[in-house]
């Protein structure tokens, strides 16, 4: 018996690391799952599903940059673990204010929002206090007629002085952001939308696929392993379940599962394990019939140890290479949902729904806000695809 590490060795997987598109491949996916994986650390936008929204500055080119203004927020916010802020992202102790101009006045800042039209935009009036500490001013700031008594206040509270506070306010209060991918219609920023919805698609590939894998290899294994009633009830059952278009499948699975982010998994992953229990019942029938199967048999196993760790190993070629396929179209299959609008619901960023949000750019000077997820899906979608081909060939006897 050939186990997977005598694979190893004997020079198949060593073939398929030799294809340059199949390592090609391999990095690009790679590298786009450690992005996924910590997108927190580096993305742009920090909030929650990169949600955080500036209407004013909708639709903008990459490579835009504007100026914020960083006001503390007045309400306590909740500290999450290191873990849960490195992966799912952490609520924010600020608000952003876009900036087109402002000045300090007295005890105040005034600011204008950005406006890309002739006129100035909305204006806003922030006491200094309030920008840069987390306070109540109508509570925790003593009014004298229309002044604030801030000297007094900061005496007793934060022990700085209006120098400092100036200085604190323009050097860490004033910020510029940079939007590599632009911004979307709702003005937020479209490459770290783009990298937390790699989630989604990444997500949906490995569940789905472990899903398939579950139910194929268990019915696919007794389907081949054992002849007459078994054979004929599984069968009947994958032939039902192949009759059926898997789009209207996924549809219907999703109508009862509920839309939502973990429903869609599931709904993917029980209907791509039709290919799998039919591509493994053919080898286990081929598997059955050889000499060490009856030499198990001889030796007294049991048909669960026979199957499983006899056959099973002998044939995990085929299941890897069929593995690869389906997670390019379980990915597939996420956006098209999303994009039809009962795939994973926002604000939860997918490729397929930024692509549903944004299509009808496509007909102005806007079109690569529908173009850069969708290019995301076909080199996702590709790079899987390839790496299928290059198990094939390294696997495929004859070939070699």
Same mark, same amino acid.
């Not at 849960?84 to 929002?113: N, Q, R, V």
């Not at 000297?151 to 509270?157: M, N, P, V």
């Given at each position: 018996? *050939?186990? #997977? ?8 997987? *060593? ?45 903008? @080119? ?27 992202? *952490? ?13 300090? /006045?007295?005890?105040?800042?005034? !600011? ?83 990298? !937390?919805?790699? =989630? ?14 579950? !139910?194929?290899? #268990?019915? $696919?294994? #007794? ?21 059926? %278009? ?12 509920? /839309? ?39 030796? $007294? ?18 299941? !890897? ?24 619901? %926002? ?8 692509? =549903?949000?944004?299509? $009808?750019?496509?007909?102005?000077? /806007? ?5 850069? %997820? ?7 979608? #590709? ?6 081909? $290059? ?6 006897? @004859?070939?070699?």
């Amino acid at each position: 018996m *050939k186990d #997977l590490k005598e694979k190893i060795s004997s020079g198949e997987w *060593k073939r398929f690391l030799s294809n340059p598109l199949s390592l090609a491949s391999i990095i690009f996916i790679g590298v786009l799952v450690l992005f996924a994986l910590f997108a927190y650390v580096f993305i742009p936008d920090k909030s929650s599903n990169a949600n955080q929204q500036h209407l004013e500055l909708a639709t903008k @080119k990459p490579g835009f940059e504007a100026r914020f203004l960083k006001r503390r927020i007045n309400e306590p916010v909740e500290k999450g673990s290191i873990i849960e802020s490195l992966f799912a992202g *952490k609520k924010t102790s600020y608000e952003f204010y876009s900036i087109e101009k402002f000045y300090i /006045k007295g005890d105040s800042i005034i !600011i204008f929002e950005y406006n890309e039209g002739s006129g100035r935009g909305l204006k806003r009036v922030f006491h200094l206090i309030d920008v840069a500490f987390s306070v109540d001013t109508e509570r925790e700031i003593e009014r004298d007629g229309e002044n604030y008594s801030f000297y007094e206040y900061l005496g007793k509270k934060n022990n700085i002085s209006r120098q400092e506070l100036t200085s604190l306010i323009r050097n860490e209060m004033i910020t510029k952001k940079k939007f590599v991918f632009g911004t979307d219609r709702f003005g937020r920023d479209l490459f770290s939308r783009l990298i !937390i919805g790699a =989630r989604v698609s990444l997500s949906v590939g490995f569940i789905a696929v472990f899903i398939s894998l579950l !139910i194929g290899i #268990l019915l $696919g294994s #007794l389907a081949g392993y054992y002849d007459g009633m078994i054979d004929n009830i599984i069968m009947w059952f994958i032939n039902v379940i192949w009759s059926v %278009p898997t789009l209207l499948m996924v549809i219907a699975l999703t109508m009862v599962l509920g /839309k939502g982010f973990w429903q869609i998994f599931v709904a993917v992953g029980l209907t791509m394990w039709v290919e799998v229990a039919r591509v493994v019942r053919g080898e286990v029938m081929s598997q059955r019939k050889l000499e060490y199967v009856d030499a198990a048999r001889v030796s $007294g196993l049991n048909d669960f140890r026979i199957l499983f760790r006899h056959i099973l190993p002998n044939i995990l070629s085929p299941i !890897i290479i069929i593995s690869a396929a389906n997670f390019a179209s379980a990915i597939l299959i996420e956006a098209g949902l999303s994009f039809l609008g009962i795939g994973v619901q %926002p604000p939860v960023p997918s490729w397929g729904t930024m692509i =549903r949000d944004h299509y $009808g750019y496509i007909i102005v000077d /806007k079109a690569y806000l529908a173009f850069i %997820p969708g290019i995301s899906i076909m080199l996702l979608v #590709l790079s899987f695809t390839l790496i299928g081909n $290059g198990l094939r060939d390294a696997f495929d006897v @004859k070939a070699n």
